[in-house]
């Protein structure tokens, strides 16, 4: 039964509870709330809504797995082109690295080479300076001997001409030519 108390809207709420735990089984709001999921639920089987659930589950299933597949091949497609340009990177370093060693051989050859040209051009260039002066030294000393040759002639005539100046000088030549006839 209700109880009683001082508040009034407390009171009634008192025996509204206990009204209805007189109540019966098909005049409660939960039965009914109960009986109408159960109905709900059975109409959806009956209607094979939860096929279609499934079914649609399944394709989104099927879906998703499509597009895991899908990002697994991409991701291995991704893989193999990555090492396959790692691999063309370390390749074209080994070629960089070839080129470079070749040039540094090809700079060694051709600096020898500059070289062994300068020391040939150098060594010609010695040799052509030490014929120009043993050349200029040839004919200093032939100049010098004519210099010489054409001062001892002038003295010699100087000589001869002080000397046989007069009747011995006339003797001389009379007696030169003589010699010379004969």
């Keep these: 039964m209700a109880q009683t108390s001082q508040n009034n809207g407390h009171q009634e709420l008192v025996e509204v509870d206990a009204h209805h735990g007189e109540e019966g089984l098909f005049q409660s709001a939960e039965f009914y709330v109960a009986l109408g999921f159960v109905i709900f639920v059975a109409l959806l089987l009956y209607f094979g809504i939860h096929k279609m659930i499934a079914k649609a589950l399944d394709d989104r299933s099927a879906k998703i797995a499509g597009q895991i597949d899908e990002a697994r091949q991409l991701r291995e497609e991704a ?6 340009r790692q691999r063309r990177q370390r390749e074209a370093a080994s070629e960089a690295d070839a080129i470079i060693a070749q040039a540094e051989d090809d700079a060694r050859l051709m600096t020898s080479e500059a070289m062994a040209e300068i020391n040939r051009v150098s060594t010609r260039r010695e040799e052509v300076a030490r014929q120009k002066i043993k050349q200029a030294e040839q004919d200093a000393l032939r100049n010098l001997r004519a210099e010489a040759t054409d001062i001892a002639v002038k003295a010699a005539r100087t000589v001869i001409a002080d000397k046989l100046s007069g009747k011995k000088g ?6 030169t030519i003589k010699g010379l006839d004969a």
Excluded: H, P
């Excluded at 893989?79 to 396959?84: E, I, K, W």
């Design 170 to 175: 006339s003797d001389l030549i009379a007696t």
């Design 79 to 84: 893989q193999a082109d990555l090492a396959q």
